[in-house]
């Protein structure tokens, strides 16, 4: 009888290993197909969820977002959330754990002096915080969302900046989102560096298209729509789809070099240029009175005070005419070149931006046959 119970318990204790064997090579097959993580901040906004439904679509890595939010589309894409803020450590470190890229679009845009505090916790001390978590937890590439106004802005139309072009500090050092937009790519460079290590600065233009629900970028067009644009500037803009832009920074990711700045812009124009395509698209006729810049922002500062006084939003704010007397022209070239960036025809940009700030922000009664 001891014999048989030796026997039996030898036969069970070998199934027990074979069973053992049979499940180590599945664990190891699945470690080895698990997906890379590639986190996404920023990604509830007009950039940032373009270029995450781009990777979701791609299904190469396993996206993973921190945003304030989480809305339901997040959910239907299979994508990742963690609610939390660029500007809390722990929430920064909970992020990039197992990330092996980082795509970083979290920030602010708003004209407002009184946001200047917001807008450099945001760019500076935000990036500067998920750079350090970064390199701690072996993130690899970075791809960090600057502005082409770190860079392009003159007083004179006639010059086209590329990436070269020194950072025009007397001018924007006025204003505290491109202020703060020239810190965050220096705190960037000092903050995430060495072997092994690569950071891509992306500085497009005035990003259009559709799928800006906060208006952060397309209000133009808004104002536009809402007879609210007065006189036209002396200045002129630069402009790219938010899709293009999404892609370009994908192909960053995969090609950019590190420390190198790429400017995105699908067209320069003038105000005056920008008003006519638009009144063409819209029917709705563009402003055709010009007045020299400093009556344009007197007269823009008073109404705006009035405004103010009665607890109204003012229908244009006075830094928007004093950043429209410049130009915001560049040169893609190098995006073009290295990258691969192609945007799209203009006037497609402009009348897909048309027809969601219509539909989503005016009604469906507002909204018009489009004509090219």
Avoid at 131 to 148: N, P, Q
Wanted: charged share 25%; with cysteine; aromatic share 8%.
């Amino acid at each position: 009888m001891a014999t048989t119970k030796r026997t039996a318990t030898k036969k069970a204790s070998t199934k027990t290993k074979k069973a053992d064997d049979d499940d180590a090579p599945k664990t190891t097959s699945l470690a080895k197909r698990a997906k890379p993580v590639t986190l996404v901040t920023g990604g509830t906004g007009f950039l940032g969820s373009h270029l995450v439904r781009l990777l979701a679509e791609e299904g190469k890595a396993t996206v993973r977002v921190l945003s304030t939010t989480a809305p339901a589309w997040l959910e239907e894409l299979g994508v990742e959330t963690l609610k939390g803020s660029i500007t809390s450590p722990e929430d920064v470190r909970r992020a990039v754990g197992g990330a092996s890229e980082v795509y970083h679009l979290a920030g602010r845009v708003s004209r407002e002096p009184a946001d200047a505090h917001v807008m450099y916790d945001l760019h500076v001390t935000g990036t500067r915080l998920l750079c350090e978590a970064a390199s701690e937890a072996g993130v690899k590439s970075i791809v960090l969302a600057s502005t082409s106004g770190t860079v392009a802005v003159t007083e004179d139309g006639g010059v086209v900046p590329d990436e070269e072009w020194p950072t025009p500090l007397d001018i924007v050092s006025r204003w505290p989102y491109y202020a703060s937009k020239v810190y965050q790519e220096r705190v960037a460079l000092e903050n995430f560096s060495g072997k092994g290590r690569r950071l891509v600065i992306m500085n497009p233009s005035l990003l259009l298209g559709p799928g800006d629900e906060r208006l952060s970028s397309t209000k133009v067009v808004l104002d536009f729509l809402a007879r609210k644009i007065p006189t036209v500037p002396k200045g002129g803009l630069s402009f790219v789809d938010a899709r293009d832009a999404a892609a370009a920074f994908r192909a960053a990711m995969e090609r950019g070099a590190h420390g190198e700045r790429y400017l995105l812009g699908a067209a320069n124009w003038t105000f005056d240029r920008f008003f006519g395509r638009l009144e063409r698209i819209t029917k709705v006729p563009a402003p055709f009175l010009s007045l020299p810049s400093r009556l344009s922002l007197t007269g823009a500062r008073a109404i705006s005070s009035l405004y103010k006084h009665w607890k109204l939003a003012p229908p244009v704010e006075p830094t928007e005419i004093e950043m429209a007397d410049y130009f915001w022209y560049l040169d893609a070239s190098k995006a073009q070149a290295e990258l691969g960036f192609d945007p799209r025809d203009p006037q497609e940009t402009l009348l897909d931006t048309v027809t969601y700030v219509r539909e989503n922000f005016l009604g469906h009664a507002a909204f018009r046959t489009a004509v090219n």
